[in-house]
């Protein structure tokens, strides 16, 4: 999986026109006053997790693992490609059923832009350029909602000519998913967040697609560490962010993701307004750990069930 773990450089050079956060805002909604969040035990309806935050021994014991995720509680799934592929080399109705079985659903599955050079040898290493028509049909018979894009290759991002392309590339591939009952939806990290020409890629995505054919999975810690304001996005684009990525900031390296209570990020205001705003499926994600990743994923559940949203 390409590494997620790129950050904003230099936000300061970023687009004026894109949804900066005020400075006041920042400190006072989105980061914690730690006087007045708290968490309350309320339940907040059913939680997701990505996968790839327990890729340190997902694939050592790949059942084992998901028995694992769901006695915490966890109640959907999004996957990734392992080292096998789309649903770790196995069928994917039987990569579904098994998770049906443990009281877990999927609902969602990662697959990479790919380049325009690259070749996959078989559909279980699709991408957005190769074999995709393949990995939906595949993924129609998971019963899963969505395939989302969780990376665009900077071959498609090069030129304000590039964004044009890969738009209408967007749109294509949303049609395809489309007619096999699937949505397509696209992730965000932090180059999204770069200017191109003179447009800002993220929002130049998001005018530039069909909504009915391209949703979005907001990575909220991507925002928040660039300085951009999650809630502003929600409001202007109303409906469009279903998915969430949710990982908190790390308070001393706001580079590092934490668990879900232990870090910066006001989620409990943030998912608030999420959730009045059209997002559906709350999605744990963490990539640094200074525990057991199990430990972690435990912290995030408990910490994330427990916010009144």
């Not at 300061?12 to 805002?25: V, Y």
């Not at 915490?72 to 770790?88: A, D, L, Q, V």
């Not at 390296?253 to 668990?259: G, I, V």
């Amino acid at each position: 999986m390409v590494n997620r773990r790129g950050f904003f450089k230099n936000a300061s050079a970023l687009a004026l026109g894109t949804i900066l956060l005020p400075e006041a805002f920042w400190g006072n909604n989105l980061l914690k006053n730690e006087k007045v969040i708290g968490f309350e035990r309320k339940k907040s309806g059913a939680i997701g997790l990505q996968l790839y935050s327990v890729k340190d021994i997902l694939e050592k014991d790949l059942k084992g693992t998901l028995q694992q995720l769901a006695d915490i509680g966890y109640k959907e799934i999004e996957s990734y490609p392992g080292s096998k592929g789309h649903y770790y080399g196995m069928k994917p109705k039987v990569f579904s059923s098994m998770l049906k079985d443990m009281g877990m659903k999927l609902i969602s599955s990662h697959f990479g832009s790919g380049t325009r050079e690259g070749k996959a040898e078989s559909w279980y290493h699709a991408t957005m350029l190769t074999r995709f028509d393949e990995l939906v049909q595949n993924a129609a018979e998971t019963g899963q909602k969505y395939l989302t894009c969780s990376w665009m290759d900077k071959g498609l991002r090069n030129s304000p000519d590039d964004l044009k392309k890969t738009a209408e590339l967007f749109n294509s591939v949303g049609e395809t998913c489309k007619n096999a009952g699937l949505q397509f939806a696209y992730h965000n990290h932090a180059f999204e967040f770069e200017k191109i020409g003179d447009s800002v890629l993220y929002d130049f995505m998001l005018e530039n697609t069909d909504p009915e054919l391209v949703q979005w999975e907001m990575d909220i810690f991507w925002l928040v560490a660039g300085n951009y304001d999650p809630i502003a996005y929600f409001k202007k684009y109303p409906n469009r962010f279903p998915l969430g990525h949710i990982k908190d900031m790390d308070k001393q390296d706001m580079k590092n993701s934490t668990e879900i209570g232990n870090g910066s990020i006001n989620y409990s205001h943030i998912l608030k307004e999420a959730k009045k705003y059209g997002m559906q499926h709350f999605i744990v994600e963490q990539e640094n750990f200074t525990r057991p990743s199990m430990d972690s994923m435990r912290i995030n559940h408990k910490n994330l069930s427990g916010l009144k949203l």
